[in-house]
């Protein structure tokens, strides 16, 4: 009976041993303490949490588009239009939050989010447009 006790609880223990998963990376740095920790110092863990998530979170900006309309207007003529499209840049920047003084790095702290399974996202926003209309009166009988 102590044998087949001892073969059960042998198969249960292995069998727990394999549930628990130790990511790589997740232990013994200063780094990841600070983001994933249970000290009393730190912000409660749903303030971390949540930073991590967006500090995880990318949302990608397609470039934006101005585009300026010109209308040439007179009387005896149809209008005629004229488009300029410009592209405008965007930029946008990684920052870990201030009470984070242990990681060296955004990739430190990204994978320090990732000991908590928080890992990066990607979302596309809608493309943003712009129409700038000018409009330009003539009078065509100063040519003649």
């Known amino acids: 009976v102590t044998m087949k006790v001892f073969a059960i609880l042998s198969l249960a223990a292995m069998a727990m041993a394999g549930a628990v998963e130790m990511r790589d990376g997740c232990h ?8 994933t920790g249970t000290g009393g110092h730190l912000l ?8 991590c998530s967006s500090f995880q979170a990318t949302t990608v900006t ?9 209308v040439t207007v007179d009387a005896d003529e149809p209008a005629k239009f004229k488009r300029n499209v410009q592209p405008l ?4 920047d ?4 201030t ?8 990739e430190d702290y990204a994978a320090a989010c990732s000991c908590w399974g928080i890992t990066a ?10 129409t700038v209309t000018s409009t330009v009166t003539e ?3 100063e040519d003649l």
């Open 62 to 70: 397609p470039e934006a588009v101005t585009t300026t309309v010109t």
């Open 44 to 51: 409660p863990s749903a303030t971390r949490k949540a930073d």
């Open 139 to 141: 009078d065509y009988c």
């Open 89 to 92: 840049e965007q930029r946008d």
């Open 99 to 106: 009470y984070i003084k242990n990681c060296a790095s955004p």
């Open 121 to 130: 996202t990607t979302s596309t926003a809608p493309t943003p447009t712009s």
């Open 28 to 35: 013994g740095n200063n780094c990841n303490r600070a983001v």
């Open 94 to 97: 990684k920052v870990i939050p």
